[in-house]
């Protein structure tokens, strides 16, 4: 049975730092590209950062990056997410995915992890 | 910049069939968009129901299928039931390593 479990999530002042992870086992993981996508209170989903397989290949949208960065560690079967310079508008449920198919490019998602809500307040 | 398009509500009867849809706001939708359809429930993760157009995912059931009808993606729920009155997402890759998700449908089943 494939598994995601994200933790790390809290309360954070704007400014701040936090680092989110995503356990997951059922699957090989190493073959599979994975991402992080988060929704804020009332809203719908919005994708935030992606990565290959291998790790060598990582994407992010333009709302976070060069604050916000992905990483995998493939012995641990375990995903990262380093959030810095964090800001109010970053507050939202952050979920974890894993592509359907792709080990390169994160293309559609067949699995989900409960989420871990982050929450950006002074 | 291209934007994901989705009704932003529908309603079905019981026992009805509904069909939503996934747009691109330039643009058709084709399979090498990957298409993928999610559903959420108030205070839960998203599920997902299908993935690369029409594969359903581990547990749903065949009353939920995927297409592509003329421009866009499409979801079918053939005999609604309440328990489907959920929002929908729809995702598409667009390339570059980048996935981008619709506004959803929040639908009614009444």
């Known amino acids: 049975e494939v598994r995601l479990l994200e933790s790390g999530g809290g309360l954070v002042q704007p400014g701040g730092s936090l680092r989110l992870s995503c356990a997951a086992s059922?699957?090989?993981?190493?073959?599979?590209?994975l991402i992080w996508v988060r929704q804020a209170p009332g809203k719908g989903l919005e994708w935030v950062s992606a990565?290959?397989?291998?790790?060598?290949?990582?994407y992010y949208a333009d709302s976070v990056k060069g604050r916000f960065t992905i990483s995998r560690d493939n012995s641990k079967n375990t995903l990262y997410l380093q959030m810095n310079s964090l800001r109010a508008e970053d507050t939202a449920m952050y979920y974890c995915?894993?592509?359907?198919?792709?080990?390169?490019?994160?293309?559609?998602?067949?699995?989900w992890g409960q989420g871990t809500l982050v929450t950006v307040s002074s | 910049q291209t934007v994901v398009t989705q009704e932003p509500s529908f309603s079905v009867s019981p026992g009805g069939t509904v069909t939503l849809t996934c747009g691109l706001s330039?643009?058709?939708?084709?399979?090498?968009?990957?298409p993928s359809w999610y559903q959420q429930t108030p205070g839960q993760a998203p599920r997902t129901l299908i993935y690369?157009?029409?594969i359903r995912s581990s547990g749903v059931p065949d009353r939920f299928s995927g297409s592509i009808l003329g421009n866009k993606a499409a979801l079918t729920i053939t005999g609604a039931q309440a328990d489907d009155e959920s929002d929908y997402y729809c995702?598409?890759?667009?390339?570059?390593?980048?996935?981008?998700f619709g506004g959803g449908t929040q639908l009614t089943v009444l």
């Open positions: 995915a894993k592509d359907s198919l792709s080990a390169y490019y994160p293309k559609s998602f067949d699995y």
């Open positions: 059922g699957f090989t993981f190493s073959n599979f590209a």
């Open positions: 990565i290959s397989g291998g790790g060598g290949d990582t």
């Open positions: 330039s643009g058709s939708v084709s399979t090498s968009y990957y």
């Open positions: 690369s157009t029409n």
């Open positions: 995702g598409l890759y667009m390339g570059s390593g980048t996935p981008v």
